[in-house]
């Protein structure tokens, strides 16, 4: 790695979430709120960090809605 920055890679999973429940607006919010939080916690024991955020899917619309709800993780 250049320039004495280190890269950590974290894994993150929401579990499985069938189809007919993202249309559930409590469990879809359920979600979002588990990744908020997740984000939050690496943010704080991280302050100086570039966060990467590498999402397919369920998980691309869990991070934008979490980045649309929190603009302090931007």
């Not at 974290?10 to 908020?36: E, M």
């Not at 369920?58 to 709800?69: D, H, P, S």
């Amino acid at each position: 790695l250049s320039g004495g920055k280190e890269t950590l890679i974290l894994s993150r999973k929401y579990g499985n979430f069938p189809a007919v429940q993202y249309a559930i607006p409590f469990l879809r919010k359920s979600k979002i709120v588990w990744l908020r939080k997740t984000l939050e916690d690496l943010q704080l024991r991280h302050p100086q960090a570039n966060i990467c955020i590498i999402a397919h899917s369920f998980g691309t619309f869990l991070t934008t809605e979490v980045l649309k709800r929190t603009p302090r993780l931007k």
